[in-house]
Every structure is written in C-alpha cells, then in structure tokens.
Antibody
C-alpha cells in the first residue's frame, strides 16, 4: 500500500527558505509514471494547491506562488521535495504531499490526489 | 483566491439527503475537466471521496455520489450519518491558471 510522509523543519523565521521532503514508500517512483504534488492548508482555512512534479522531472505551479516555489523529484531516494523562498507569516500552514494521479478521460494529465501524507505544520514567526 | 466556489456550510438531519455545489467557469469545469471531491476531518489529511466526477474509490460508501453539469458539479450525501460531519472540498484543473485548484470548502453539520 502506497504511503507518503512529509518531513522538514517545523519553524522558520521570516525571509528564510522552507524546505520539505516527501518520502514515498515502496518502489513507486522509479517504476511508475506518476506525478507528485504539494498542497497546503493555513490554520482554520481551506486547501491551497502549490504545485506538481511530473515523473519526467518537469513541474508546474500555482501562479500565485510560482516566483518562490520549486518542486523537485529525487527518484533514486523515493523522494520529492518542496522549496519555498522568502517565507512570511502568510506561509504558515500544514503542508501535505500527495500522489497526483493521471486521468483516464480525454485529459490524461494529473487529475486527483490520492493518497495524501499526514501533513506537517510549518510555522513562520520571528 | 479559488476559482471554484462552494457554500460555506450545509446541514441536515440524520437520514436526510444533502448536496454540496461546486461552481466553476468555462476554463475549468465548463471546459470539460473532471471534478474530484475530498473529505477532511479536523486534524487529519483530506481523503479522496469521489474522482472523475462520479467514481467512488474502494471503501467509500455508496451514500456518496457525484455529478457534473455545465460549469458546476455536485456532491450528494444520502442517508446522512453523524460520521459524515466533516469538511468537503472539490478540485479541478483550470486552463487559464494552467494549474489545479481547490474549492473554497464546505462544512457539513449533522443536526
């Protein structure tokens, strides 16, 4: 059964770079053509899409975060990562990683997210 | 700022049927991109509830159903149970954003 687990620092100072890693159980990354995504949720608020990295290593991002975000694939380690630069208090959130599953209809790009990691809280505070 | 709009809350008595709408535009739902739904309990990660508009993953009760028409989609919960009290989110791809987006979220309360 596929499982994902986020890891990284829980606290950051403003202007620092947020770095998180998602570890994928099993050999899914090297033997399957899946995409992998990051989503965040500020305390008490809704879900916000961050971005997705394709199995090719190419990535696409939420336009509102694009200037500051990089998602990378590390297939040999069964991991993918998130970097978000110049963080502020507004970046305080629970960060989730998830598999971004390709569709089976006319749009074969990444569609739904399943499964999700348990999430990790990142707090930005001085 | 989400491009997918949901009602902030819906409520119903046990056994009733409730529906949650997800209103989009011609660059997402109306363009033919599929809609997916997630259920989230407090303090836990979202869980896939409906994918590709109408399909249920293994283990999801058939009380949950999805539909899509035009620029909107809906999630219906029939035979509402106390355990259904949670937050629900829709999600789709938006061609003008060239990215995915989540709905604003709906809290379901069982009276």
């Amino acid at each position: 059964q596929l499982q994902l687990q986020e890891s990284g620092p829980g606290e950051l100072m403003p202007s620092e770079t947020l770095s998180l890693t998602c570890t994928v159980s099993g050999d899914y990354m090297s033997t399957n053509s899946f995409s992998w995504g990051w989503i965040r949720q500020p305390p008490g608020k809704g879900l916000e899409y961050i971005g997705t990295v394709y199995y090719s290593g190419n990535a696409y991002y939420n336009p509102s975060l694009q200037r500051r975000v990089t998602i990378s694939l590390h297939t040999s380690r069964n991991q993918f990562s998130l970097k978000l630069t110049s963080v502020t208090a507004a970046d305080t959130a629970v960060y989730y990683c998830a598999r971004h599953v390709p569709g089976t209809g006319w749009y074969r790009g990444p569609n739904w997210f399943d499964p999700w990691g348990q999430g990790t809280l990142v707090t930005v505070s001085s | 700022q989400s491009v997918l709009t949901q009602p902030p809350s819906v409520s119903g008595a046990p056994g009733q049927r409730v529906t949650i709408s997800c209103t989009g535009t011609n660059s997402n739902i109306g363009a033919g991109f599929d809609v997916h739904w997630y259920q989230q309990f407090p303090g836990t990660a979202p869980k896939l509830l409906i994918y590709a508009n109408t399909k249920r993953p293994s283990g999801v009760p058939d009380r949950f159903s999805g539909s899509k028409s035009g620029t909107s989609a809906s999630l219906a919960i029939s035979g509402l149970q106390a355990e259904d009290e949670a937050d629900y989110y829709c999600q789709s791809y938006d061609s003008s954003l060239s990215a995915d987006d989540f709905g604003t979220g709906t809290k379901v309360t069982v009276l």
